[in-house]
C-alpha cells in the first residue's frame, strides 16, 4: 500500500533501536525523508547497517533547547517537518509505588512524557504552517493497566496519553494529526534488559524467565511470545500517512490482547 508520504520529513526520536529504528525503515522504504534522533554518544552502527539514506543527530530531549536544535535541523537540510514519531522512553525504576524516590518519579517524567511536550512545541508549529502534520507517540499498555512495580512508567504513560488527546483536539483543525501506539512486551533493549534482570534474579536462562514472565505477568498476551518492533512501526507508518487523514486522538494497541478490557 502506498502511504502517500514520498519526500515528507519524517523526525524519529530514540531512533538507533528498537520500534524506532524499525519505523525508520518503514517510513524509508515509503520514500519519507528521516532525520533521526538519539541521545548523546549514541552508537549509530547498527543503523549505518540497515538504512542508507538519513541524517541524524543527538540531542538531549530533557533540554527544550536540544529539542529547538532538532527542529532546526529538520527545516534548515531537509525543509521542513511533518511527521514526528516521538519513541524515546525508559522503564524508570521498580518497585513498590511509596518505596520509590522522587529522583525517580521525577526521571519518568522527565523523559517519558514532558519530552513529548518539548518535541510538540517546536514540531507542530513547523507542521501548522504546511496545513499538514503526524504525531506519534508511544504509550503502553500500563497507560490503562498498570502494573504495581512499574508505578512510575504507569503513571508518565498515562500522562503522555491524555496529552495526546488533549493536543488532537487543538491541532486538528490545522491537519495536524495527533494518535499514540500502546505496544505490549516487544522485543527491545529495553525489555532485554528486563528479562535479564529477572533471568539474574531466578537464576535461569533468558529464555525461561520470557516463558515464565508470560505465564505470570501477561496472561492476556494470546501470541505467547514477545512482539516484534516491526509489528508496531507498521501501526506506527499508518498512523503517519495520508492513508489514515481521518484519524485523530486515538490510541492503538499492539499487544496481543494483554490488555484485558475493551477498548474504550
Given amino acids: 500500500m502506498d502511504l502517500k ?5 519524517a523526525i ?3 531512533a ?4 524506532g529504528l ?3 525503515k518503514v517510513l524509508a522504504d515509503e520514500g519519507a525523508r528521516l532525520l533521526l534522533t538519539d541521545q548523546p554518544e549514541t552508537d549509530w552502527s547498527n543503523v549505518e547497517e540497515q538504512l542508507s539514506d538519513y541524517q541524524s543527530i543527538e540531542a538531549d530531549l530533557t533540554s527544550q533547547s536540544d529539542c529547538q536544535r ?3 535541523k529538520a527545516t534548515d537540510d531537509l525543509g521542513g517537518c511533518d511527521i514526528l514519531v516521538h519513541t524515546a522512553g ?3 525504576q521498580k518497585g513498590h509505588p511509596l518505596e520509590v524516590t522522587d529522583q525517580a518519579w521525577q526521571e519518568a517524567w522527565e523523559i517519558d512524557f514532558f519530552t513529548a511536550v518539548r518535541m510538540c512545541r517546536v514540531a507542530v508549529p513547523a507542521m501548522r504552517k504546511g496545513n499538514w502534520g503526524r504525531c506519534v507517540f508511544i504509550t503502553s499498555e500500563n497507560a490503562v493497566q498498570p502494573y504495581v512495580e512499574e508505578a512510575v512508567y504507569n503513571c508518565a504513560k498515562a500522562s503522555l496519553e491524555c496529552f495526546v488527546k488533549s493536543l488532537s483536539k487543538a491541532e486538528g483543525e490545522h491537519n495536524v494529526l495527533i494518535n499514540s501506539v500502546a505496544p505490549a512486551f516487544i522485543k527491545t533493549p529495553m525489555t ?3 528479562m535479564q534482570q529477572r533471568a539474574d534474579k531466578n537464576n535461569v536462562d533468558v529464555d525461561e ?7 505470570e505477568e501477561r496472561p492476556g498476551i494470546t501470541a505467547n511470545r514477545r512482539g516484534r518492533p516491526e509489528e508496531v512501526a507498521s501501526v506506527i507508518a499508518l498512523l503517519c500517512s495520508e492513508r489514515a487523514s481521518f484519524v485523530n486522538g486515538s490510541n492503538y494497541r499492539v499487544d496481543s490482547g494483554s490488555v484485558m478490557t475493551a477498548n474504550y
Fill in 22 to 24: 524499525e519505523t525508520a
Fill in 5 to 9: 508520504i514520498q519526500n515528507r520529513v
Fill in 90 to 92: 525508559i522503564t524508570g
Fill in 12 to 14: 524519529i526520536t530514540g
Fill in 16 to 19: 538507533s533501536t528498537g520500534i
Fill in 70 to 72: 532538532v527542529i532546526e
Fill in 209 to 215: 524467565a520470557v516463558e515464565t514472565f508470560l505465564e
Fill in 192 to 194: 532485554d534488559g528486563m
